[in-house]
């Protein structure tokens, strides 16, 4: 069945849509984000604040939060912080790229992913699926990745092989986290540097192949984490 809307043909959704509650104090971001996640079965609140959120939460159940980092008031930074005390519903904010220190913040609170902006809306659209997707599993396989002989730690920021423990880098933690917090996407180099000069790009290469000696049997022929040609890196999970 189908409503008509201001002349615009609106389906309606199924009773189980995915509730996403919407947080960005820009109105443009909040309606582009409301239509095309509508139009791709999801039922949508947008509000343009932490309180209106935490307004909204009152009332209503959601499934997924998309949260901006910076907004008038309270941050994103510390909505997601108190939600994380005490709520499971999963989190993924919006920043822009010079903002590494409060993605990296929100990484330890234990935000699900991160979104830079400007964002493409399919590439959000396949995150929030992957996300919900993870949401079904048992929670115990939530926090861990596995990679062949290699498990990591999501919440821990640990990497085993079997039971010995693999010493990592604080860097190197913090890029395994990223990629292990969206398993199957790709990450792009900007979203992993730490400022989007040409130079911080190319030493993400390098601490990459790093990585790879510490979580790959061939790091010269990787099977866990592979270069998408033009846009970054990519994490395949057992």
Known sequence: MALMQSGRKVETLPDNAPHILV?????????LLSRYLQEHGFRVTPTA??????????????????????????SG??????????????ICMLTARAEAENRIEGLEIGVEDYVT???EPRELLLRLKN???????????RDEVRMGDYTFSIGRGELNRGPEAIKLTERERDLLRQFAQRPGLPVARHELAPDESTGSERAIDVQ????????????????????????????YTD
Do not use: C, H, W
């Not at 009332?59 to 008038?72: E, N």
């Not at 912080?81 to 005490?86: E, I, N, P, Y």
């Open 23 to 31: 947080v960005d104090d820009d109105l443009r971001i909040r309606d």
């Open 49 to 74: 604040d932490a309180a209106a959120a935490r307004a909204a939460m009152r009332g209503l159940a959601f499934d997924l939060i998309i949260l901006d980092v910076m907004m008038p008031g309270e």
């Open 77 to 90: 930074t510390s909505l997601a912080r108190d939600l994380k005390s005490s709520s499971t519903v999963p």
């Open 117 to 119: 902006k400007p964002f």
């Open 131 to 141: 996300i919900l997707r993870r949401g079904t599993l048992p929670a115990a396989s």
């Open 208 to 235: 990459i192949n790093r990585l790879r000696r510490k979580i790959e049997t061939d790091p010269s022929n990787p099977v866990y984490l592979q270069t998408v040609r033009g846009k970054g890196y990519i994490l």
